[in-house]
């Protein structure tokens, strides 16, 4: 069975802390993204990664940033947490062949 | 420029009475298409996806879908519903070829289904 796991599923962080959101998946997948959902405003895509080392932008970028040292782990780190990143963070690999599996998510509360 | 509109955000349903859940999809290339399902509080699973192959794919729990090149449509049915197919819905569109496959998320359909 395919398996994407994020590290948490529910988080309580302070304003100004560092967090890092871990995921891991055991598919061999290239390709790994970072989405965040909110009501009203659906799935949003923070980053992406084709290949280890590589990362790309995706359409919020801002206050955020990514790791990939291994093909298997992708991490998301907010620098300096703030109150308006209290969100479910979805962490998704794919083939490139189409489809992608998604982790369980990580609900952040930012305080 | 690839977009997804659900056209519905709301679907209610009666327990044992067909889904129709409905997405329009815009893409300069060859698209390939998926649904997501969503239960509360859980991440997203894959219901089942058109990669240009065969325009009715079958999925997952008696899910189909339909590809319509002419009508840019690929709506999701379902011939009777169950209580447990209460969630939300995601039409995704993505283009293979270029960013890594980089998806694009329709707005969510949610589905309530009456005993």
């Known amino acids: 069975d395919v398996k994407v796991t994020q590290s948490s599923r529910y988080l309580v962080k302070r304003t100004g802390e560092k967090v890092f959101l871990e995921c891991v998946q055991d598919m061999d997948h290239e390709n790994m993204f970072w989405y965040r959902q909110d009501p009203g405003l659906g799935l949003r895509l923070i980053y992406f990664s084709y290949d280890v080392k590589m990362k790309e932008k995706g359409d919020i970028p801002e206050g955020y940033s990514v790791s990939r040292e291994k093909k298997e782990r992708f991490s998301l780190i907010l620098e300096s947490a703030s109150t308006n990143q209290t969100s479910m963070y979805l962490c998704?690999?794919?083939?490139?062949?189409?489809?992608?599996?998604f982790g369980q998510g990580t609900r952040l509360t930012v305080v | 420029a690839q977009s997804v509109t659900q056209l519905d955000s709301h679907v209610s349903v009666s327990e044992g009475t067909p889904v129709l859940l409905r997405c329009n999809y815009s893409?300069?290339?060859?698209?390939?298409l998926f649904w997501y399902v969503q239960h509360p509080n859980k991440g997203l699973q894959l219901l089942l996806k058109?990669?240009?192959?065969?325009?009715l794919v079958k999925g997952i729990n008696g899910f189909e879908a339909e590809f319509k090149k002419s009508e840019t449509s690929f709506h999701l049915t379902k011939p009777s519903a169950h209580m447990s197919d209460a969630a939300e819905y995601f039409c995704?569109?993505?283009?293979?070829?270029?960013?890594?496959?980089?998806?694009?998320f329709g707005d969510g359909t949610t589905l309530t289904v009456k005993p």
């Open positions: 893409s300069s290339y060859s698209p390939s």
């Open positions: 058109y990669t240009s192959a065969a325009t």
């Open positions: 995704v569109v993505s283009d293979l070829n270029t960013n890594a496959g980089k998806s694009t």
């Open positions: 998704a690999s794919s083939p490139g062949t189409g489809g992608a599996f």
